[in-house]
């Protein structure tokens, strides 16, 4: 399973990004696909996750700004994020977890940069 990361960028506190994870290769390997972050000296923190069959959770911190959602045409999930804060700004990376594998077994894309600028 190959993952790719898109629609980052700079933008500023308040606004919205959407960010989009491609899946290709055995995509019916997926069990689950999830949305994580890494600031700069942070842990990864895990932002979001939808399983196969669509159910969706969103971390709590995150709740009210940030959605996760799926295209089963394309298998591509997307994280909508809104009222960006400067303390979003991280790098942002979607990670698949494949049926029948260790976590460890697991897909990651290549991450796309989010800057919030104040």
């Known amino acids: 399973v190959h993952l790719v990361e898109s629609g980052g960028g700079l933008v500023l506190a308040g606004g919205s990004l959407r960010l989009s994870c491609a899946a290709s290769?055995?995509?019916?390997?997926?069990?689950?696909i999830a949305w994580y972050r890494q600031a700069p000296g942070k842990k990864r923190e895990l932002l979001a996750t939808?399983?196969?069959?669509?159910?969706?959770d969103v971390a709590d911190s995150l709740k009210g700004r940030v959605t996760i959602s799926r295209d089963n045409a394309n298998y591509t999930v997307y994280l909508q994020m809104n009222s960006l804060k400067p303390e979003d700004t991280a790098v942002y990376s979607c990670?698949?977890?494949?049926?029948?594998?260790?976590?460890?077994?697991?897909?990651w894309g290549q991450g796309t940069q989010v800057t919030v600028s104040s």
């Open positions: 939808i399983s196969s069959t669509g159910r969706a």
């Open positions: 990670f698949a977890d494949l049926k029948g594998m260790p976590i460890e077994r697991g897909s």
């Open positions: 290769g055995s995509t019916n390997s997926i069990n689950g």
